[in-house]
């Protein structure tokens, strides 16, 4: 779904009329959310607005280097939010930026900026693109379309660029589009610093994340015609490494270099929830096996949460509903 090109038009006069501003991604902030936001935030403040950034609950590690981070009020909310604009980056659902209706209720003005595939127009003023790659994408044609000509400062062009990098996958992914490598271009060519970005996100892994690799690699096995990954992690594989269910990024997309493997699970025992990744590699659409589950994504890339259910209940369901999809894929 592409709104159309005038809501940047829309955007633009939305930051114009506002003062005071609030601006959020979605839970668990990837690169990109937290990327956008501290662009996004960055922008507002050189033109002269007021900017609460804002994520919940907490912020990986690995994107504690990105410009502008100590602006970032980590799960905390004024007592009486008085925003006249929020703008909701990466959020396909207005709850998607966790509990923010006390801000919500407020605010004169939501602007919904999104590329997931299936994402709601709830905004006052909605650009949903699911072509982009990335909301810094997005964000930076917007900079593009701004009346004044307005082009990102060299932090804000690294943090534009982490969203892009790590929404492409380090630019492997099928969403590797001409556009998303001219934008990645015009980024570095702004001063986007992009040997930190490697070193800090790419070259970098603790000793308890190499050993949950190992563990998790060693539990993955095939299913149906060896098309299906699934790798199930419990607490007794996190507790002897003093492990937590977020050291296992990257583990979900491994699987998927066996060739014939369409699709990899990593399904994760937290102590309250039991959480699911998925990938595919050619056409499988996960995201439509996530909403089954009351989750969502991209084609290639999804996950959900269940809460109330044994972790091998939850892995059984999904592999019903893969093999399910599997038997009716055309390929
Ligand atoms: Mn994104």
Redesign the pocket.
Known sequence: MKTNPSSFEQIWQAVQNGQNFFVAGHLNP?G??LGCTLAVCSLLERLGKTAYAYASPAIGTDLLFLPGLEKIHVSELPPKPQFDTVILL?CSDRKRGGDLESVLQNAKTLVNID?HLVSDAYGNVNHIDSAAS??AEIIFQLFEASPDSLLPTPDEATCLYT?LVT?TGRFLHTNTTAEALRVASALVALGADVNKINQVIYFTKSYTELKLLGRALEKMHLLFQNKYSEIVLTQADFEPLNAVPSQTQGIVSQPTMIPGVEVSALIKEEPDKVSVNLRSRNHIDVSSIAQKFGGGGHARAAGFKVTGKPVQTVAQELAETVREVLAHAKH
């Open positions: 990837d990109d959310s990466e590329h990335s909301t969203g929404d």
